[in-house]
């Protein structure tokens, strides 16, 4: 079963640093999402892509994250320069229809 | 603002029926209500969803009211397994771009 890849699974940085998150969707699915989710709370949509488009980056705080997925397929999710807040779990979803796929996500520890 | 409510947290013994409510009195008529469960450190996983008629698959069953304000998911026979966070959300299946807004679900803790 095709699944979303996610990498890297575990991530410690210092604050100011920069970090990069990657993900690889199911094959074929044009909506790609990145969530983040604070602990004991639902998901967060940060930024949603249709193929290369941004859609909606309404909740991105774009002074210091930055989302890019150039040829339609993988995309990148950067933090420059990280805070403590960032401290959280970082879910990459796709979609073909209005189901979404998660892949396992990233837990960002920024010490 | 998240367009559901869902109860904070329940239990439900082992090997019972667990029914997870959910209200979406603003539901419009085109959204559908989809359900996802987040085991502890995992993604969420998508479950089932459905536009006004009952649905049923191998995971679950999902009932929506005849005026679609609320719904229920059904696990028939919960298992240790089934405990996670179970997330309500509506939107449209297809087409156009609808932010999808999850709330904090309901977790569901099944008792041996």
Redesign the interface.
């Known amino acids: 079963e095709a699944e979303v890849a996610q990498s890297p699974r575990y991530k410690i940085t210092e604050k100011s640093q920069a970090v990069a998150f990657w993900c690889d969707p199911i094959s074929g699915h044009a909506t790609l999402y990145w969530y983040r989710q604070i602990l004991g709370q639902g998901p967060e949509l940060l930024v949603q892509f249709q193929d290369e488009s941004v859609v909606d980056d309404s909740q991105l705080p774009k002074d210091r994250f930055s989302a890019e997925r150039l040829k339609g397929v993988d995309s990148t999710l950067k933090i420059q320069p990280a805070e403590l807040g960032d401290s959280a779990m970082y879910l990459c979803a796709s979609s073909l229809g209005g189901e979404q796929y998660f892949g396992p996500g990233t837990r960002l520890t920024v010490t | 603002d ?1 367009k559901t409510t869902q109860p904070p947290s329940m239990d439900c013994a082992e090997g019972r029926a667990a029914n997870l409510p959910c209200n979406h009195s603003t539901i419009s008529g085109n959204e ?1 209500v ?1 359900w ?1 469960r987040q085991i502890h ?6 479950i089932i ?1 459905g536009l006004k008629n009952n649905e049923t698959n191998e995971m679950a069953s999902l009932i929506i009211t005849e005026d679609r304000k609320s719904s229920t998911l059904i696990l028939p026979h919960a298992t240790l397994r089934d405990t996670a966070v179970y ?1 309500c959300i509506v ?4 087409g156009g ?1 609808q ?7 309901t977790k569901l803790q099944v008792i041996p």
């Open positions: 998240a559908y989809y996802y450190s995992q993604g969420p996983q998508y969803h997330y939107r449209v299946a297809t771009y932010k999808v807004t999850f709330g904090t679900g």
